[in-house]
């Protein structure tokens, strides 16, 4: 496992152990969730705004064959950070994170594709990532327009997208 995908895969790590003790006890643990969220928030812009650009660029303007999921699943997980939390929320989070980590994570993952791609540059994209910031958050909003399931999410996105 090289460094850059050592780095990605350690934050999927912490990402799920905030995640998993949010919804862990009988009440939620909100502080942990946002955490999670702030977190979560962060991994997604380092992925969309420095390795997928990167990658396409690497490859001749061409983006990697699971960027347009990856972009989807990006697009849902946001909307779904959108409402007030609570345990069953937080339940199909982890639902979309478990099936879309398997897609970055492994020998075939989009971690390793872009590592071959980047070469002795992985380094720097490191230190990029290193030092990515977490974005501000929003107050949550459970109004018109939000979604509190994987389906509704992933249905937004592909409108959202066409």
Known sequence: MGLLTRYLADDHARLDALLSRARSG???DAGAFEAFRAGLLRHIGIEEKLLLPEAR???GGEPLP???RLRRDHAALGALLVPTPDHAL???????LAEHNLVEEGDAGVYAACEALL?????????????AAPPPTARHFD????????AAALALADRRKK
């Open 26 to 28: 009988p009440a939620f």
């Open 57 to 59: 660029r690497r490859r």
């Open 66 to 68: 699971q960027a347009a």
């Open 90 to 96: 937080a339940g199909e989070i982890a639902t979309l």
């Open 119 to 131: 070469g002795d540059d992985v380094a720097a994209l490191l230190a990029r990532a290193e030092a």
């Open 143 to 150: 109004g018109a327009g939000t979604v509190r399931t994987v």
